[in-house]
T-cell receptor, first 117, second 116 residues
Framework: GAVVSQHPSWVICKSGTSVKIECRSL??????MFWYRQFPKQSLMLMAT?????????EQGVEKDKFLINHASLTLSTLTVTSAHPEDSSFYIC?????????????FGPGTRLTVL | GESVGLHLPTLSVQEGDNSIINCAYS??????FIWYKQESGKGPQFIID?????DKRQGQRVTVLLNKTVKHLSLQIAATQPGDSAVYFC???????????????FGQGTILTVHP
């Protein structure tokens, strides 16, 4: 299957700082990528859809000014958590469907564990 | 809609037994469904998928059953092994059209524990 990577795999930061998480499709081009957040023992919650060359679309209740998404190329999307606070501590996971959003199957990255002190 | 589970259902089985994990989905218009396996600290891993024009699909040691009448999915794992221990999520894909095209909605998940 298609491979999606994330970097870093984990990060610890101080409250008030910003953290950037990268999502890369390694062997395919992804015009669309999705960002999810997962709290312990809970399901994945879609945060936003990242679109190459255009603005991301955010799910209801997700602050676009806090979670900045940039999809600058066909293989890279970044999620920046700005002014992070302890409640932002979570497991952030990206996914990408090879061929764009019309493709059914989505492949997930390994996730990034964010801990805000 | 989105699913938030505060306490995931659990299923404990003995090695070698067959496991059945169930999922209720929300949108009767969904046309594509996927089962994912998630191990601790890792991202979801694709297991098997099924389209809405099918009732059953088999893979290696896994079978997915779809009952559209009651909006129910099940994942059957044959001869369950300790390495199958993980959280299993079903996901439905929103149908074409509208702003939700291409998005997946995840079920709450089930924790499978396989005892040697």
């Amino acid at each position: 299957g298609a491979v999606v990577s994330q970097h870093p795999s984990w990060v610890i930061c101080k409250s008030g700082t910003s953290v950037k998480i990268e999502c890369r499709s390694l062997d395919f081009q992804a015009t669309t990528m999705f960002w999810y957040r997962q709290f312990p023992k809970q399901s994945l919650m879609l945060m936003a859809t990242s679109n190459e060359g255009s603005k991301a679309t955010y799910e209801q209740g997700v602050e676009k000014d806090k979670f900045l998404i940039n999809h600058a190329s066909l293989t890279l999307s970044t999620l920046t958590v700005t002014s992070a606070h302890p409640e932002d501590s979570s497991f952030y996971i990206c996914s990408a469907p090879p061929g764009g959003s019309s493709t059914d199957t989505q492949y997930f990255g390994p996730g990034t564990r964010l801990t805000v002190l | 809609g989105e699913s938030v589970g505060l306490h995931l259902p659990t299923l404990s089985v003995q090695e070698g037994d067959n496991s059945i994990i169930n999922c209720a989905y929300s949108n009767s218009a969904s046309d594509y469904f996927i089962w994912y396996k998630q191990e601790s600290g890792k991202g979801p891993q694709f297991i098997i998928d099924i389209r809405s024009n099918m009732d059953k699909r088999q893979g290696q040691r896994v079978t997915v059953l779809l009952n559209k009448t009651v909006k129910h999915l099940s994942l059957q794992i044959a001869a369950t092994q300790p390495g199958d221990s993980a959280v299993y999520f079903c996901a439905e894909k929103n149908p074409a059209g509208g702003t939700s095209y291409g998005k997946l909605t995840f079920g709450q998940g089930t924790i499978l524990t396989v005892h040697p």
